[in-house]
């Protein structure tokens, strides 16, 4: 993928003017997208001790347990996976930063169960940054029942130029109305939805996992599949127990 800025950036160049702590998860998406882990309050025992207050029993998953212990912490957190007794769930919370065109951007907004803060077109001057991918996917196929093919090269290569020129054109006329002292919140109607934007995402286990289920899937858009890949893959490195349980018992598209 590639994006209209300027300079193409490397990896590390990247993340050293994005990334906002060296000690973040931090990877980047789309060309000019990224994802941060910013923190996660809780864990799999977190989660554990949450149920197990419910008998008075709770510090036993709070504190380092033996390995017997923690055999029954994991035995337990898959049964209350398995049977649907989510509440305990909710109580480990991650904190992303997220950076991603505005298309992607309003189809995660509709997981209602999760914070959201977004940058302010009305503030702040947006970025020249646009999502634009080195390869347009043409449909094959019947609504519902479809899928992607490469459009011959260079048809591919004129309509990529397309793209390009019509994002040209929209930044160039959001600059000329910003410049005649129109309100940036009524000039940003020029802007396509390949815009980027940034936003903070505070989210608890068992959202994120329906939007795993929903977005990590098939039948997914490509581009926030590629962000939930990514999500897919720190959830599981801070949270094994929990992620395997959920892959295991919670099929694609099972949670909600
Ligand atoms: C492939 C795909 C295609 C889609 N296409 C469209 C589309 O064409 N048009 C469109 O508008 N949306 C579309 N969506 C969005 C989809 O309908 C959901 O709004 C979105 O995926 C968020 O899922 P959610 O409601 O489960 O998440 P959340 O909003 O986080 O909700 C989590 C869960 O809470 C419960 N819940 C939340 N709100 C309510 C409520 N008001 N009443 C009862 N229970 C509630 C549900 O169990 C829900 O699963 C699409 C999603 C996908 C993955």
């Not at 390869?135 to 899928?147: E, F, N, P, T």
């Amino acid at each position: 993928m590639t994006d209209s800025s300027d300079a193409p950036m490397d990896d590390a160049g990247f993340a050293a003017a994005h990334q906002t702590h060296p000690d973040t998860a931090f990877a980047r998406v789309l060309g000019q997208g990224f994802v941060e882990l910013i923190e996660l309050l809780g864990d799999d025992r977190r989660c554990v001790a949450a149920a197990r207050v419910s008998v008075r029993r709770e510090q036993l998953s709070l504190v380092a347990g033996d390995e017997a212990q923690e055999s029954r912490d994991r035995g337990l957190l898959e049964r209350l996976i398995k049977d649907r007794h989510t509440s305990p769930l909710e109580h480990a919370v991650f904190q992303f930063r997220v950076r991603a065109p505005i298309f992607v951007v309003r189809q995660w907004f509709r997981h209602r169960f999760a914070s959201y803060n977004e940058e302010s077109g009305r503030y702040v001057e947006l970025e020249d940054q646009f999502y634009l991918p080195e390869r347009l996917r043409a449909r094959v196929g019947k609504a519902m029942d479809y899928r992607y093919a490469d459009l011959p090269e260079a048809d591919n290569a004129a309509a990529v130029a397309d793209v390009a020129a019509v994002y040209e054109q929209a930044r160039a006329v959001y600059e000329r109305l910003l410049a005649l002292g129109v309100a940036r919140e009524h000039a940003r109607m020029v802007l396509p939805v390949a815009q980027f934007t940034t936003f903070f995402w505070t989210v608890n286990a068992l959202s994120l996992m329906n939007f795993l289920n929903l977005r990590n899937a098939p039948h997914a858009q490509y581009e926030i599949q590629a962000y939930a890949e990514i999500i897919e893959a720190l959830f599981q490195e801070r949270m094994p127990w929990t992620h395997a349980a959920f892959r295991a018992h919670w099929g694609v598209s099972s949670v909600s």
